[in-house]
């Protein structure tokens, strides 16, 4: 292509982002979160049938390992699912950013029963029709001062009993009804917290400007600091916290240096200091990277 036809093109890339740009400063907060949920719905399936066709939920579901009933085996990722595993949903795991139901699938193959909860409505609409179960909508969005939007919840009494399947529509900022609940509800045998995105319109979200984020890097972290505190909360003892992060595909993930690895832990260390969470595995596959971190047993 000659020059004058890349600059013809980079000029018309930038011109529809300006317009973009200009249009999206129009809109309400209200109607960009709108719009943004949808696109983000839409990605997310779109990213996660792509992650479970090239079995990474299925890696990620294995590095957890299968419960067992009455007590969950968390420790032996070798172990296979059974099953009565699959059937009775020996233990229950807290999925943080549920998303559009790849992830929720992968560990109910495994024989978990699942409590996921996500902002995003769209994404738990698209996770009910993929795995069924009960669906608990509850967020009221509202206009905050400064062209922020707000999220106001109803109490979050989640159901008791054989369920399989809990999605309910929550946030890690600002809904301490679903924390309350939660922490009744529990406690959890897990908590997963695996590939944790989100839309731009988070960056007008009250609650999240309140706590000093900026962008979607510092968003990623701030989520998962707060995945951190929530699940030294909800966890039983000995129960694990597992989080699942991309690295940046420029990276080799397969040859992870030491001084990258140690990185990483020390970012995990710093997200976890203050709780009882103690590391358990650093594992690697492809561009993903995981964590597992355990609740301290009580001490013998």
Not at 254 to 269: N, S
């Amino acid at each position: 292509m000659a020059r004058k036809e890349r600059r013809a093109l980079e000029l018309e890339r930038r011109r529809r982002e300006k317009k973009q740009l200009r249009d999206e400063r129009a809109l309400g907060p209200l109607e960009l979160l709108a719009r943004r949920r949808a696109e983000h719905a839409a990605a997310r399936k779109s990213d996660g049938a792509a992650l479970a066709k090239d079995g990474h939920y299925a890696w990620m579901a294995s590095l957890l390992g299968a419960p067992s009933s009455p007590a969950a085996t968390l420790l032996r990722p070798d172990r296979e699912a059974t099953s009565a595993d699959r059937t009775s949903g020996g233990g229950r795991v807290l999925e943080i950013g549920g998303g559009c139901g790849e992830s929720t699938r992968a560990l109910l193959d495994r024989g978990w029963s699942v409590v996921a909860f996500d902002e995003n409505v769209e994404c738990l609409r698209a996770a009910h029709e993929r795995c069924a179960g009960t669906l608990v909508l509850r967020g009221h969005p509202f206009d905050a001062a400064s062209g922020a939007y707000a999220v106001a919840y109803d109490d979050a009494d989640l159901p008791t009993g054989s369920e399989r399947v809990v999605l309910v529509e929550g946030d890690l900022v600002g809904d301490e009804r679903l924390a309350a609940a939660l922490a009744r509800s529990g406690p959890f045998d897990a908590v997963t917290c695996w590939l944790l995105d989100s839309h731009e319109a988070r960056m007008r979200h009250a609650g999240v400007l309140s706590v000093g984020i900026a962008g979607p890097e510092e968003h990623r972290l701030g989520m998962q600091r707060l995945a951190y505190r929530l699940a030294d909360k909800v966890l039983r003892r000995g129960g694990v916290l597992h989080v699942v992060d991309r690295v940046p595909r420029t990276t080799d993930a397969l040859r992870l240096t030491e001084a990258a690895a140690q990185g990483l832990l020390r970012l995990r260390d710093a997200m976890a200091d203050g709780t009882s969470l103690e590391l358990v595995s650093l594992d690697v596959r492809d561009f993903l990277v995981s964590v597992r971190s355990r609740r301290r047993p009580p001490s013998v």
